[in-house]
């Protein structure tokens, strides 16, 4: 069964734009999570998407939103972008139970804001 | 709050030595608890997880965790350590009322001595 994948892998942005990841989860999967991780602040829980629908959000600006589609592949947007936004942006899936599934993640994408 | 605190942000331990890293975690009731490996440029691969019954996990590669309720902690050790165990070890909690959010520890990394 072919794992979590995201696209692209690296990514490289001037401050003021925006940008769009993409996030398939593994086949069957319904649940997807985003997590960005920084040097400085470490794994960080950005949302979670669940039938398309937002099912949880962590602490973060405005500027960044995500989506799911019916096939449960989902993207996040960051607009705006500051140089703080540069990180490894990781996407997560799961079945569906909350709190009780395991969650497997992608490789991720690395985002450099310039 | 849940909370995850790795107390050790490097350790050293040479290859074939045995190797224990530490996870206390905060939470109010029962956490689910997991740990995770990143390699370098990689993504996060799930060790180990525990949800209930025996305190004792075993995961993959050879590696187990204590559950340790009175002392807040879910500990994870190697018997034999190989030079394919250097990376970074997360440890995270999540709970039924979080959703799927996990909450990571800041992460220890782990070199390996010949």
């Known amino acids: 069964k072919a794992g979590v994948t995201q696209t692209p892998r690296y990514l490289i942005k001037t401050r003021g734009q925006q940008v769009t990841l993409s996030c398939s989860p593994i086949?069957?999967?319904?649940?997807v999570s985003w997590y960005q991780q920084t040097p400085g602040q470490g794994l960080q829980f950005l949302f979670e998407y669940f039938s398309e629908t937002q099912r949880n959000k962590g602490n973060f600006p405005g500027r960044f939103s995500g989506r799911q589609f019916s096939n449960s592949r989902s993207e996040m947007n960051v607009s705006t972008l500051e140089l703080g936004d540069s990180a490894l942006y990781l996407c997560?899936?799961?079945?569906?139970?909350?709190?009780?599934?395991?969650?497997?993640f992608g490789p991720g994408t690395r985002l450099t804001v310039l | 709050a849940q909370s995850v605190t790795q107390p050790d942000i490097h350790i050293t331990v040479s290859e074939g030595a045995s190797l224990e890293l530490r996870c206390n975690y905060s939470?109010?009731?029962?956490?689910?608890l997991f740990w995770y490996v990143q390699s370098p440029g990689q993504g996060l691969q799930l060790l180990l997880k525990y949800f209930s019954g025996d305190t004792l996990v075993q995961g993959i590669k050879g590696f187990e965790a204590e559950f340790k309720r009175s002392q807040s902690s879910f500990n994870l050790r190697k018997p034999s350590v190989h030079w394919s165990d250097a990376a970074e070890y997360f440890c995270a909690v999540g709970a039924r009322a979080a959703g799927n959010k996990l909450t990571f520890g800041g992460g220890t990394r782990v070199l390996v001595k010949p």
């Open positions: 086949s069957g999967h319904r649940s």
């Open positions: 997560a899936s799961s079945f569906a139970k909350p709190g009780t599934d395991t969650q497997y």
């Open positions: 939470y109010g009731a029962t956490p689910y």
